[in-house]
């Protein structure tokens, strides 16, 4: 990443999954359940990405290989079931090559071990169950989680509220629309906290009133 990128991805990172979405006018949402091992972590970086065959996770072991520092490892298999593709020996090589975070879309194990290494870890399922290593998968492949398309090198943010993806080309513009709505959502939030509702502020009640009826 340049500097400029490096920058841009850390205040993404900060803003937040909910925050990006929203100002990316409600695109790039993974929407899929996850469990971050680490609850109160964000991290953001370019997805390195491993496909892997069906409960297989032989594409995981090839990925590190390409790994690199500040990445987010997006690991995932043609239809998500609860086999674990990730335990903490392939979290040691993720954290020695540098990992920001992983995204497992499909299960984790050894979970007392990686909260132990303090790799950030999002996981849709926490189950025992071992894969095979049968099967050598695809690595550096678009993939689609959640509804969303994710291709290598896109931004992808993790946070207590889930995951979202910023194509990679569109990560500068993101960054001015996240600006713009934390401006805002901070003046907003001052009105708020005088006293103002967002009842009438937003025309809910006035609209309310004329139509004779509260709605529900």
Known sequence: ????????????????????????????????GLEPLLPGSRVAGPARIALCGQDDNRAVHEVMSRLQPGEILVLTMPEPRPVALFGDLLATQAKVRGAAGVLVDASVRDV??????????????????????????????????????????DVVLLDDDGAAAVPADGVEATVEAVRARIAKEDGLRERWR?????????????EDDTAGRVRE
């Open 1 to 32: 990443m340049s500097g400029a990128t490096r920058a841009a991805v850390a205040e993404l990172a900060e803003a937040g999954v909910a925050t990006v979405y929203e100002a990316a006018g409600r695109a790039g949402l993974i929407d899929i």
């Open 112 to 153: 007392a071990d990686l909260r132990a290494m303090g790799l950030p870890v999002w996981t849709r399922w926490r189950r025992v169950r071992g894969a095979t290593k049968d099967v050598r998968g695809s690595v550096d492949v678009p993939v689609r989680l959640g509804g969303t398309g994710v291709t290598p090198g």
């Open 194 to 206: 005088s006293g103002e509702l967002s009842y009438d502020a937003y025309g809910l009640r006035a």
